[in-house]
């Protein structure tokens, strides 16, 4: 099937990681995969959860939102709390990010990923992702140089991309077009060094089999190496 901009079918859509896009936080990033457009911050504070208290641990956690206007209708603003959708994505976010920090080492602080939703086209949680693992490594160097610790707490990076099954063909990083008519839906969270974090999979109608559920993965696994490389470039380049 033709895709928007004539990708590939095991092509990326543009992406664009903008570290330190927010002059306050501790770290920041704005990430930009096609029309899909994410403001992550990250945000150091000196406490934790109450089932924290006292354990000498730290905790990384997350919050999603959509702005009214990111999509093609507006959203209602969640001003006393969040929606289901919401809830289910920023634990996503916070397990996909705990996942790769020794939170042991944080000492009793709590980092905070705040993923602002400014133009959605399909794919948001995974850019949030790709988008909140840059502004955690800004906010950990940044910890690092006020000495909270000498050695960064990390286990790995962290990226996420979706694929799905579209007309009967396999692709990678579906825009809200092939994801409103895809029939096998996938998101897939995984490390730099290509250990999965999460799949989300589901079949919207006809089940898929384990052979194109292992294609799908191979595929995913295919652009979070490209994303992986491009986080590491970002990383390397001055903030601002």
Known sequence: MPRAEGRANDELRPVTLA?????YAEGSCLVEMGDTRVICTASVE????????????GWVTAEYGMLPRSGKERTPRETTRPSGRSQEISRLIGRSLRSIVETRALGERTITLDCDVIQADGG???????????ALMEALEWMRSQRMFTKLPLIDSVAAVSVGIVQGEELL????REDSTAAVDMN?????????????GTAEGAPFTREQMDRLVNLGQMGIRRLTDLQKQCLQEPPG
């Open 188 to 200: 897939l969270v995984m490390t730099g060094s290509g250990r999965l974090v999460e799949v989300q």
């Open 173 to 176: 990083d579906l825009d809200y």
């Open 124 to 134: 948001t949680r995974t850019a949030a992702i790709t988008g909140a693992y840059v």
């Open 19 to 23: 570290r330190g896009f927010m002059k």
């Open 46 to 57: 000196d406490r934790v959860p109450p089932f924290l208290k006292g354990k000498e641990v």
